[in-house]
């Protein structure tokens, strides 16, 4: 299986163009939130009906999975938390999203939630604790937010992590998390697109604007992971222990060579803020 990565895309319709063109070639793309903006000038409703069809067209194409970042939250729950109700309603496009479990083969995937409170937080406790009962050896989770003190997480002068994602890993020991929110991580001195805790493989893509997106690819059957930015082209053995600095990609394998034929790359600074 091949996985496509992508995480912050802030309605960026470029960036969501080329993941239209890109999604044929792979088995499934896991976007790790965070699909709209809230600082964006275009209206929130507006942004929800474009990322919607968007997301259909994905969707129509290969296995599409979506948990919600902190920009994505559209009303709140009877508690009173911060929830994306519009993330839940992509299930009837068989979309897997905030508090699915998905089973492709011998890989269990689990969707969280962005937790704005007690009560959500409880909830993946309990999502995570009753996926645990099954899992197969492969286990994986897209959760917005890296967890807390990991260079995934670093944003240059602090970390902006998840403290309880940490205790969570520590309990359970997936084989791999998902994650984006901190967006200059990958670029920026201490900081990385990868870490391990423990067993557990964490992965952040990063933000860049243009097109395409950052983006990490993970080939499950050849276990490794690639890590695609402007300018930045790196790999990593996830079946080796943690090694910085992760490799060069010298002889791109044939997928990629393919992926790039619809890659548009423009050079630039990254953007550095956490969102």
Not at 48 to 69: F, H
Not at 82 to 108: F, H, P, Q, Y
Not at 214 to 224: A, G, M, P
Request: hydrophobic letters at 45%.
């Amino acid at each position: 299986m091949r996985c496509l990565v992508v995480a912050d895309l802030h309605y960026s319709l470029p960036q969501l163009d080329w993941l239209v063109s890109a999604a044929p070639h792979f088995d499934l793309l896991i976007f790790a939130g965070d699909a709209l903006d809230i600082g964006s000038m275009v209206d929130f409703r507006a942004q929800i009906v474009v990322m919607k069809k968007y997301l259909a067209l994905i969707a129509a194409q290969t296995r599409l999975i979506l948990c919600s970042g902190n920009h994505d939250l559209d009303e709140r729950n009877a508690e009173g938390e911060k929830v994306s109700r519009w993330i839940s309603e992509l299930r009837e496009l068989g979309i897997a999203c905030d508090g699915d479990n998905l089973t492709i083969g011998d890989t269990l995937f689990t969707v969280c939630p962005w937790w704005d409170g007690p009560l959500v937080k409880q909830r993946i406790a309990d999502q995570l604790r009753d996926a645990s009962l099954s899992r197969p050896q492969r286990w994986i989770w897209a959760h917005h937010a890296p967890p807390a003190n990991s260079p995934t997480s670093w944003g240059g002068k602090r970390f902006f992590g998840d403290v309880e994602l940490v205790q969570w890993i520590m309990q359970y020991q997936p084989s791999m998390v998902i994650s984006g929110h901190v967006h200059q991580s990958p670029f920026i001195k201490d900081g990385s697109w990868f870490d391990r805790i423990g067993q557990t493989w964490v992965f952040n893509t990063g933000l860049q604007p243009g097109r395409p997106p950052t983006h990490i690819v993970l080939d499950l059957e050849e276990n490794k992971a690639f890590w695609l930015a402007a300018g930045e082209a790196q790999w990593i053995d996830l079946g080796a222990p943690l090694k910085r600095p992760a490799s060069t990609i010298e002889e791109p394998p044939d997928w990629l060579t393919s992926l790039g034929r619809i890659a548009d790359p423009s050079l630039a600074r990254p953007r550095a803020a956490a969102g």
